[in-house]
Nanobody, 125 residues
Framework: VQLQASGGGLVQAGGSLRLSCAAS????????IAWFRQAPGKEREFVAA????????YYADSVKGRFTISGDNAKNTVYLLMNSLRPEDTVVYYC???????????????????WGQGTLVTVSS
């Protein structure tokens, strides 16, 4: 499975961005696709997950109510709509996928087999 992340950019605080993660190969509906983010010198942090083709979604507390993860099975793409962006959301965002991750591990970066390249989100104050 190959993942292609896109959609990062520069936005003012309070603004919105939508990230996309396009998957190729594998069976999309069986994949759990998640977004993580990583600041320099810090561990990769879970943001949100689209569980097995969308049967469930999960969010980190820090983004709950502001970010929405969704998917388009026809396009093999998962989106992360980020609203009410804050300067502290400024980091590189990565999408990750795995066909066999278990629910208790959905927030653990090390459990994901496939990774896309990062896309930088910069929120100015």
């Amino acid at each position: 499975v190959q993942l292609q992340a896109s959609g990062g950019g520069l936005v003012q605080a309070g603004g919105s961005l939508r990230l996309s993660c396009a998957a190729s190969g594998g069976t999309f509906r069986r994949q759990t696709i998640a977004w993580f983010r990583q600041a320099p010198g810090k561990e990769r942090e879970f943001v949100a997950a689209f569980w097995r083709g969308g049967s469930n979604t999960y969010y980190a507390d820090s983004v709950k109510g502001r970010f929405t993860i969704s998917g388009d099975n026809a396009k093999n793409t998962v989106y992360l709509l980020m609203n009410s962006l804050r300067p502290e959301d400024t980091v590189v965002y990565y999408c990750a996928g795995d066909p066999s991750i278990i629910l208790s591990s959905v927030r653990l970066a090390r459990q994901y087999e496939y990774w896309g390249q990062g896309t930088l989100v910069t929120v100015s104050s």
